[in-house]
């Protein structure tokens, strides 16, 4: 098994890096969000997992143990394979995604790239016990509350219809003023997000 690798950033493209390490160049497929944080050339460390097929051996990258723990926990539920478990890592971060399924939160988790009801459902069915093994510091009050609500906030849930996913759209809207009307708020977003 692989449990991580150093190198130097050779290329970046859409979904995946090439990571150059004693002369061989990896192919590492990582989350959007942390792939754009590396640079050419750049010096990297790496977590991994490897995942094996019939057909193909496939390298998975996280910046983070954590995040990689969150992968492990998502694939080991029914029906859920890598790629869509990294849709899910893609659709918000990890403590989120832990705060929804602690809290059997499965409006939430049905807004992550993928995941329908039925997902949702056995997400919550299957990790909710073992959620706690990623030793998060999850700070929210009762299993009663809601952690996110989309109509919290109308903004969120007009990026969410527009196809932006949740985590996406917060961060874009906490670096505006909340004062401005609605509309005005998710024009701005619309800016930030490109």
């Given at each position: 098994m692989i449990e991580f690798l150093k190198g130097r950033v050779h290329s970046t493209d859409r979904g995946?890096?090439?990571?150059?390490?004693?002369?061989?160049?990896?192919?590492?497929?990582?989350?959007s969000r942390e792939l754009h944080t590396f640079y050419k050339n750049e010096e990297i460390f790496i977590n991994i997992r490897l995942v094996l097929r019939e057909d193909a051996a496939t390298l998975y990258g996280f910046k983070d143990s954590e995040t990689r723990n969150a992968f492990d926990l998502l694939t080991s539920v029914t029906g859920i394979g890598p790629k869509l478990a990294m849709g899910i890592l893609e659709g918000d971060d990890v403590s989120n995604i832990a705060k929804y399924i602690l809290s059997k939160d499965e409006k939430s988790l049905t807004k992550l790239p993928g995941v329908?009801?039925?997902?949702?459902?056995?997400?919550?069915?299957?990790?909710?016990?073992?959620?706690?093994?990623?030793?998060?510091?999850?700070?929210?009050?009762?299993?009663?509350?809601?952690i996110f609500d989309e109509n919290d906030d109308p903004a969120v849930e007009a990026l969410i219809s527009l196809g932006?996913?949740?985590?996406?759209?917060?961060?874009s809207l906490e670096k505006i003023d909340a004062s401005l009307d609605i509309s005005e708020r998710i024009r701005e977003a619309l800016k930030l997000m490109g």
């Open positions: 995946y890096l090439v990571l150059e390490a004693n002369g061989i160049g990896y192919i590492v497929n990582m989350i329908g009801k039925k997902t949702a459902q056995r997400i919550i069915l299957e990790l909710k016990d073992k959620v706690e093994k990623l030793n998060l510091d999850l700070d929210f009050a009762t299993e009663e509350t809601p932006y996913n949740v985590y996406d759209a917060k961060k």
